[in-house]
């Protein structure tokens, strides 16, 4: 951080993730419908079939699911399903989380006051990464 950031929050997480786009390429193939409605919300599965390369942006925001289910340390299973995140866009197109269901759950036990994620394609592979920011109290340094 820059000196004299003020920002008043700390790290409770990192994650980081990496996919094959032939794979993502593959399970859409092979199980279509069924594979999207299982990992992606209707919002992310409208997004990116309206691209060129949809599995591209599908592999992408696969990586950004994996990457926020390492930095919370639970991966994905009972505490956090693939639907509780959601991958959406701001006013300038940087993408953002929305945590729902036992996601926004846990983000609220865990005091998570804001998900920071990156993440990026090239032909071969999708990478992210997150960060949980927490609000911490102010006080003396």
Known sequence: MPAGNTDPRGVAGIGIDIVENRRVEDALAR???RFRNRIFRKSE?????QKARPALHYASR???KEAVAKAFGTGIGAELGWLDIEVVRDGGGAPVVMMLG???ELARKMNIDRIYVSLSHTHQYAAATALLAVKCPRGPA
């Open 62 to 64: 696969f990586a950004v």
């Open 31 to 33: 199980h279509g419908r």
């Open 45 to 49: 599965q409208d997004y990116c079939d």
């Open 102 to 104: 036992k996601g926004a």
